[in-house]
């Protein structure tokens, strides 16, 4: 059969069509064009330049790769069934399978407490749910199905990945007056919306256009992965920046502080910690110090380089509900349609409930995981967990106190309980994390080998309020970065079109041999938002280390790569 794996030839004149239609992807509109945002005059802007920088970079695709393969163990009881499945959505997976099933919501149970990983790929139900369900009701019995690591891999999906074109102009005092980004995304055969680009909002450029083209193909499906489209926007516009800055004899982070998007009439923020996360950055790493001026000036065939990345990132989408009771052993019992994706939900929603009702963790008790006895919830995806759902818990909480001041504690055989669902609004100021990575690295000019010799991570994330899995997710999430950056890519035989390294040996993801240090630091605020000012955590600290690698390698060799990953073989190919 004829195939089509290239971005740009699938979009050329007698491709291959994926779709009848064709292999344009769908917009949010569900119309099939570029997804495009314009500010400004873009001809104004480069008119206004003293010199004009274009250059083309690509990322790959990144499977989720979590460390728990899918399964789903269903059965039925009468017309209802019950399935076990690793899913970070309980309340969705249900309404799915209800669906695809041809039930109501309340004839399916969703089960899971417990799961080894997700990162986006284990959203709402997938198909082996409803394969197993469909086989338990022929069969009549309980059936388990469970993939191989092999086939988790190829049957699941990955982050898109994108070739983008820049051309951003620049007056000599380093003021960005025009950003103009073409992005072509790569979506697979069958993920129909999505493939956005991030990155540029993070600029006060006064002029920008972007265009991205979500591109259909013959390779794997594409989909959420841990911040979805923003380690490869911020790869590709904070590595143009950076080679800007030393062409017109800037240091980059003063290049940044410069041009980032500030607080303005019209730009509201609920508060503005981005700034402050770079400076200690430069503290704690020793920038100036561990910074070449003049990149790949080291002598010798081993060669050191420093380099940064900053974000910013939006903090919690999406409704959750909670419910809180009391009975007359003052015992109380939350119920929160959470899962445990490896961060501790459970234990943090205790922790608020606890802090909130001013009673002991170990009184109250949790009730999770089971769409039967839990109210809805959007699921543990967008870094909502503790900000959405967590804010329920509080509200909720609150009312339960409310009773209590009210009528006292229930009587013998009663119980009181109140239920949240809150809908918080910012009154139009923009909620979001900051953060800056500070990367040296150690490159060997001889070999293409390059080694992580220091990390640093400051992050903004509103109050923390469970430090040690809270610093743990910026740690893994930064390990994922440096894996997409050194390593990881899904490589196709041009003949058939097929994969040829599915899988974690073949994709080449990092180990523990592999894995830096990462120092973490945490810049503790409370906006008066959510519970007690907590923030997004998790999908924050995958953005930045892409580009804080790929910036430290240049200030290390002095040649530029454009391409993830920064293999060996390109780091050589690049020097000669």
Known sequence: ???????????????????????????????????????????????????????????????????????????????????????????????????????????????????????????????????????????????????????????????????????????????????????????????????????????????????????????????????????????????????????????????????????TEDVRFTNYMLEDCIDRGVELFDWQSRRRVEPGSDAGPIKRGAGFSFMMFRSGVGPSSAIVRVDSQEQYTLFVGVTDIGPGAKTTMALIAAEELGVPLSEVEVVWGDTDRCPYSVGESGSRTTTQTGYAVVQAAKDLKAQIAESGMPRRGEVLIASATPTPSTQGARRMCFGAHFVEVEANVQSGHVRITKYVAVHESGRILNPLPARDQIRGAALQGVGQALHEDLLYDPRNGHPLNAGYYGARHLTHLDAPEIEVEFIETDDGFGPYGAKTVGEAGIILGPAAVANAIYNAIGVRMKDLPITRQRILEALS
């Open 1 to 263: 059969l004829p195939f089509v794996i290239d971005l740009e030839e699938a979009l050329e004149a007698g491709a291959p069509k994926i779709w009848p239609e064709g292999n344009l992807g769908l917009d949010f509109r569900n119309e099939a064009r570029p997804m495009t945002r314009s500010v400004g005059d873009i001809a104004a802007g480069f008119r206004a330049a003293d010199r004009v920088f274009e250059d083309r970079y690509t990322t790959a695709f990144v499977q989720d790769a979590q460390m728990e393969p899918r399964s789903a163990l269903a059965e039925w009881h009468g017309d209802k069934v019950t399935i076990h499945t690793p899913t970070q959505g309980i309340s969705n997976c249900r309404h799915d399978n209800a669906r695809d099933l041809g039930l109501e919501d309340h004839q399916v149970q969703i089960v899971c407490k417990y799961m080894g990983g997700g990162f986006g790929d284990k959203n709402g139900s997938y198909y082996f749910d409803l394969i197993a369900a469909a086989l338990a009701k022929e069969a009549d019995a309980p059936v388990l199905l469970e993939l191989t690591r092999k086939d988790d891999w190829l049957g699941t999906h990955g982050r898109w990945h994108t070739v983008q074109d820049f051309k951003v102009g620049v007056q000599q005092d380093g003021t960005v007056t025009a950003i103009q980004q073409t992005g072509y995304s790569g979506m697979g055969p069958y993920l129909r919306r999505s493939g956005g680009i991030s990155g540029i909002e993070a600029y006060a450029c006064p002029n920008s256009e972007r265009v991205i083209y979500p591109v259909h193909t013959n390779r794997m499906v594409s989909g959420n992965f841990r911040a979805p489209s923003d380690p490869q926007g911020y790869f590709s516009i904070q590595s143009m920046m950076d080679d800007i800055a030393y062409e017109i004899g800037m240091d980059p982070v003063d290049f940044a502080k410069k041009n980032m998007l500030r607080p």
